[in-house]
């Protein structure tokens, strides 16, 4: 399973962010058609409306029928188990806690990586290998 972080959805949309807006596309492609491989939280989805709408400009009728589809692709809720969760991850890895919330949600949704730019390229979090699908151009 493969956790997707929201700066892969916000590239998708971007128009200044090529190239990875195309790596970007097509990962997001690759997660709404194969909804069963990837999976997210209400972190991503709150994460990707709020740039979606402030930076990118998108309308509401178009981020409403995106979040549709997002909202399709397997996540977990946010509660009091994963907030605690992600202060310990936080306090082990010294990342931020909302990065830290992101590896939480990932391992308990049985991830084996996450899509980020936000987490070291490379490095295991809690045995979830960060992956940043844009290093090297």
Do not use: W
Request: a neutral charge; one cysteine or more; glycine letters at 8%.
């Amino acid at each position: 399973m493969t956790f997707v972080d929201s700066n892969v959805f916000v590239y998708a949309l971007d128009r200044n962010a090529t190239p990875k807006q195309k790596k970007a596309r097509r990962i997001v492609a690759d997660a709404f058609a194969a909804h069963a491989t990837y999976r997210i939280s209400p972190q991503v989805l709150a994460e990707f409306s709020s740039v979606a709408i402030r930076k990118l400009g998108i309308g509401t009728p178009l981020l409403l029928s995106l979040l549709a589809e997002m909202g399709k692709i397997s996540h977990v809720a946010i509660d009091n188990a994963l907030v605690s969760r992600a202060v310990e991850i936080q306090g082990i890895y010294g990342i931020q806690y909302y990065d830290a919330q992101i590896v939480a949600a990932a391992e308990r949704l049985g991830c084996d990586s996450i899509l980020t730019e936000d987490l070291n390229d490379g490095q295991l979090y809690c045995g979830i290998m960060a992956v940043n699908p844009f290093a090297g151009g």
